[in-house]
């Protein structure tokens, strides 16, 4: 039903700047709780951000707090994640992910999430 397509990810320096990109095809993405999350090789899969549907409430790992910012468009059905102040541990694979919020928590735990991106890799280097 919903289909998430990232872009964005790079190989940039300590102290550098990204900006993700996920776009959702589906008529409902307004209604989704989305989400980031990474996965560095050897290590298990974590929450980073996560925003409502409406863009009043969001969350953040406390390592990203204060440099990465979620945002998203509706009309454009994308989410966004400004990555500023890059550092080498922000190095990983970065997933995007949908969640319908039926249960209403927030943010969602990662198994309660419907669709997921691809993944796209950012690597920072020292």
């Known amino acids: 039903q919903v289909q998430l397509v990232e872009s964005g990810g790079g190989l940039v320096q300590a102290g550098d700047s990204l900006r993700l990109s996920c776009t959702a095809s589906g008529r409902t993405f307004s209604s989704y709780v989305m989400g980031w999350f990474r996965q560095a090789p050897g290590k298990e899969r974590e929450s980073v951000a996560a925003?409502?549907?409406?863009?009043?409430?969001?969350y953040y790992a406390g390592s990203v707090k204060g440099r990465f910012t979620i945002s998203r468009d509706n009309a454009k059905n994308t989410v966004y994640l400004q990555m500023n102040s890059l550092k080498p541990e922000d190095t990983s694979v970065y997933y995007c992910?949908?969640?319908?919020?039926?249960?209403?928590?927030?943010?969602?735990?990662?198994?309660?999430?419907?669709?997921w991106g691809q993944g796209t890799q950012v690597t920072v280097s020292s």
């Open positions: 992910a949908a969640d319908k919020g039926i249960r209403g928590v927030f943010p969602p735990p990662e198994y309660e999430y419907d669709y």
């Open positions: 925003i409502t549907w409406s863009g009043g409430n969001t």
